[in-house]
């Protein structure tokens, strides 16, 4: 833009001061950059002072030039103050501007505007060019800007179904962490019972080695007891055996005198050839007594020492 502008601005400062208007129309100067204008109709002399005017444009010769359009059609396009030319008749006419062969200042100018035209034709037709590249390039630019947004589109979408994955895999994850808690208060209540049972079985096996041990203690007393009575009756049967055997020998002494007495006395016997007084059979009887208590004091000692026995082999 600030090229075409110093084109411009160069264009306009190039023409002649007293060039006429091209039937093109001139490119005009950037109003940036030019001076401000003037009113020419104040600057444009009568032809009773024209004589003193400056000559410097075609309005402001002594014998000024008429506008060609002004003089054909009564009619300028331009305003008085902006033609270069008188819009009276003054009895010289420029020339037609259209005429490109013709020595006018219009034709001249017609040369310039022209060759302008065909250069900025030129410049034109390189833009388009480059404006035509643009557009490619920014064509291109949009596709691949769609590509970009439709694969960015596309990574939204994964991202969201990650995150939806996430989200499930999280919840998921906390139900699994509640269900583990649960066990674990579970395990721990378990774990509790475990101990109170553990402390109970440990009770009472303090308690049954407790008893186990009074037992055992009970069990060596009465052992002990036992064996006292059992020595205490066994010496007592020693006792009894021996006075058994001290009266069985008392009364086989006796028998022997008896029999002695009722065989050699000469007193009467019986049918059985014993004496009258049956003191043999008596006697006879008492040993047998004495024999029988004898035995049953002796299998008596013998159950007694087998019972004895067995209490102690099973402890």
Not at 1 to 13: K, L
Not at 33 to 60: C, E, F, G, H, I
Request: charged share 25%.
């Amino acid at each position: 833009m600030d090229q075409r502008h110093t084109q411009r601005n160069n264009s306009c400062a190039s023409s002649p001061k007293g060039g006429h208007p091209s039937y093109y129309q001139r490119p005009r100067c950037d109003s940036r950059s030019a001076s401000p204008k003037k009113d020419l109709r104040s600057d444009t002399p009568s032809l009773a002072d024209s004589k003193n005017a400056r000559v410097t444009k075609p309005k402001n010769f002594r014998t000024p030039l008429t506008c060609f359009f002004w003089h054909h059609t009564g009619d300028c396009k331009k305003p008085d103050n902006q033609c270069l030319y008188a819009h009276y008749h003054t009895g010289l006419v420029a020339e037609p501007p259209i005429s490109y062969q013709g020595k006018a200042m219009g034709g001249a100018t017609a040369k310039k505007v022209l060759g302008s035209i065909n250069q900025r034709e030129e410049e034109v037709a390189l833009r388009h060019r480059e404006v035509y590249d643009a557009e490619q390039r920014l064509a291109s630019a949009h596709a691949a800007l769609n590509e970009r947004e439709q694969a960015v589109y596309q990574r939204e979408q994964v991202v969201v179904e990650r995150e939806q994955a996430v989200v499930e895999r999280e919840q998921a994850v906390y139900q699994r962490e509640q269900a583990i808690y649960q066990s674990e208060q579970t395990f721990y209540q378990r774990e509790q019972a475990v101990i109170e049972r553990d402390t109970a079985v440990t009770a009472r096996e303090q308690a049954n080695h407790e008893r186990d041990t009074a037992f055992v203690a009970f069990e060596e007393g009465m052992l002990r007891k036992l064996e006292e009575d059992y020595h205490g009756v066994a010496a007592t049967v020693q006792q009894i055996r021996r006075a058994v055997s001290n009266a069985q020998r008392v009364l086989t002494r006796r028998r022997e005198q008896v029999l002695y007495h009722e065989n050699f006395s000469g007193s009467p016997q019986g049918a059985r050839g014993q004496g009258r007084y049956g003191g043999s059979i008596a006697i006879d009887g008492a040993i047998g007594a004495m024999g029988g208590l004898s035995q049953q004091l002796s299998e008596a000692e013998v159950q007694l020492t087998n019972q004895i026995h067995n209490a102690i082999r099973i402890e």
